[in-house]
């Protein structure tokens, strides 16, 4: 790789360890013989085409290391999803900067801009190495076996329904709550590695990879009320009928769309608010209680898998050294070897074209056959994921006093 300078953005949706991918390619970067300045664009590719830039260079080991821990992306980020013209005045400030690498952190709309931006980099023979360093909570990333960002957001889940289900046994009732994952129920399906006895909650999992029946939905909240005296639902916000349609807007009056014209499902409690009232109406359940996860699962400040911060940084890590070794656009990518006690990670670097823009759901395999729950395949698949720190609740365990007057 030649003199020149390096650029690093992030984009979408924050996550607990973005930063430490960021970290592994800027001392990687820096590590290098021949290295230019290492850039940071704030805010994605908008902050490219505004030059707004810093240079990581002038930071600290030290520094760059207390970042690297903190959570959401240190250099911000963006929705914008370039097209042509975009492109465009991207390779102007590129080209002005003297940017011979650019790493873009992100999911499969980030890879897709890196794929338009290596082609449009060939058709102008400006010579432009494009990497894109994997990261979504969602761990919808094809190719890859997950996803840096999702174990960290797994183990917020699994934590925060490993408690509601406490709660939910000392004070019975039905309790609804709706994580994120508009098309993939990786992050929804995570609900269930909190439980630890049989009757642990969540009773019921609702994926996006299944359609949803309100009347079947119905049904099984009573059965598992008559069968518990009570129940904790997991639901994906991206549940929808048989016809695609999404749940949220065959219940609610009004929806939001987002900037691209999606329905939002993210940042709104009216899912679960819906859903509560439609139990409420047809059960007869008096205390039904709903939350929204919504932003939550994405940069909780403590709750972090150890093997998710290994794996973020090895990502960047590897980049970098993909950048200075090849000559290849790519993307890197997470293969598993081995299972159980024996996980393990390598890292690829795969086509762009294999990632960009596509969306990876849960196989069938892991999803229980009732439609409503996950498999062990499923658990198995996870619990190597989420670190070595995972809580566990307990329970009292010595009899119960015989009665006296009421025996």
Do not use: W
């Not at 607990?16 to 021949?34: K, M, P, T, Y």
């Amino acid at each position: 790789m030649s003199k020149t300078n390096i650029l690093i953005a992030q984009g979408g949706g924050p996550t607990a360890v973005i930063n430490e991918s960021l970290v592994g390619a800027v001392l990687e970067s820096r590590g290098f013989d021949g290295t230019g300045a290492v850039y940071g664009a704030f805010n994605g590719v908008s902050g490219i085409v505004n030059e707004d830039f810093i240079n990581l260079s002038l930071e600290t080991a030290e520094n760059l290391e207390n970042v690297a821990k903190t959570p959401c992306s240190a250099l911000g980020s963006t929705r914008d999803k370039p097209d042509q013209q975009y492109c465009q005045d991207i390779f102007k400030v590129l080209k002005a900067h003297d940017i011979g690498t650019f790493f873009y952190i992100g999911g499969n709309d980030s890879s897709d801009t890196l794929r338009i931006l290596a082609e449009e980099a060939v058709g102008a023979d400006y010579p432009l190495r494009c990497i894109h360093i994997p990261k979504t909570i969602d761990n919808d990333l094809t190719v890859n076996d997950h996803t840096p960002g999702y174990p960290s957001a797994a183990k917020f889940v699994a934590s925060a329904f490993a408690g509601v289900n406490l709660d939910n046994r000392a004070l019975l009732g039905v309790y609804v709550g709706v994580v994120m994952g508009r098309h993939a129920g990786f992050l929804t399906a995570a609900s269930a590695l909190g439980r630890k006895y049989d009757d642990d909650g969540p009773h019921l999992i609702y994926l996006p990879e299944r359609n949803f029946s309100m009347d079947s939905f119905i049904n099984d909240v009573q059965a598992t009320s008559d069968k518990y005296g009570r129940c904790v639902i997991a639901v994906s916000e991206g549940i929808h009928d048989d016809s695609g349609a999404p749940i949220v807007t065959k219940l609610a009056k009004e929806v939001e769309k987002d900037a691209h014209g999606n329905v939002q499902l993210s940042g709104t409690g009216a899912l679960a608010d819906l859903l509560c009232d439609a139990i409420r109406e047809r059960t007869g359940q008096k205390r039904v209680r709903g939350d929204t996860f919504g932003y939550l699962q994405r940069s909780f400040l403590g709750c972090v898998s150890d093997v998710d911060q290994r794996e973020s940084r090895a990502v960047g890590v590897e980049a970098a050294r993909f950048a200075h070794e090849g000559d290849k656009d790519g993307t890197v990518t997470i293969h598993r070897n081995g299972s159980g006690d024996n996980y393990a990670a390598e890292y690829q670097l795969s086509k762009l074209e294999d990632v960009a823009g596509k969306t990876k759901v849960m196989a069938d395999d892991l999803i229980d056959p009732s439609g409503h729950d996950i498999s062990p395949a499923f658990v198995d698949y996870l619990k190597p994921l989420l670190g070595s720190d995972m809580p566990e609740p307990h329970r009292l365990e010595a009899d119960r006093v015989a009665k006296i007057l009421k025996g």
